[in-house]
Nanobody, 125 residues
Framework: QVHVVEPGGGSVQAGVSLRLSCTSS????????MGWFRQAPGTKREGVSC????????YYADSVKGRFTISRDNSKNTLYLQMNSLKPEDTAMYYC??????????????????WGQGTQVTVSS
């Protein structure tokens, strides 16, 4: 059985940094591209960032480019999202997910086969 868990999250002030982590079990982590999605109340879930199984290729949504950094440690089955210069508009539920395909541009929810339960990030001004 596959488990994807995102501990962490929290409430912070605008301008600070926060790191999300995501651990998985029950799958061969290095065989999957991994991504972070987020969903704010009343909005559609959006792809934030993803990283190829090797870690060499990454993608960032324009809204987070230059502020967020995705990384992975395949030896620990762990995915990270370093979020710097947080803004109130970054407030959302953040989801970690695993995909068995890699797109050269963008992120599609349908590519992701395993999902975590989500962790809340709240940024106050």
């Amino acid at each position: 059985q596959v488990h994807v868990v995102e501990p962490g999250g929290g409430s912070v002030q605008a301008g600070v940094s926060l790191r999300l982590s995501c651990t998985s079990s029950g799958l061969t982590f290095a065989d999957y591209a991994m991504g972070w999605f987020r969903q704010a109340p009343g909005t559609k879930r959006e792809g934030v960032s993803c990283i190829k199984w090797s870690g060499i290729s990454t993608y960032y949504a324009d809204s987070v480019k230059g502020r967020f950094t995705i990384s992975r440690d395949n030896s620990k089955n762990t995915l990270y999202l370093q979020m710097n210069s947080l803004k109130p508009e970054d407030t959302a539920m953040y989801y970690c997910a695993a995909a068995n395909v890699w797109r050269t541009t963008g992120m599609a929810e349908g590519d992701y086969v395993y999902w975590g339960q989500g962790t809340q990030v709240t940024v106050s001004s």
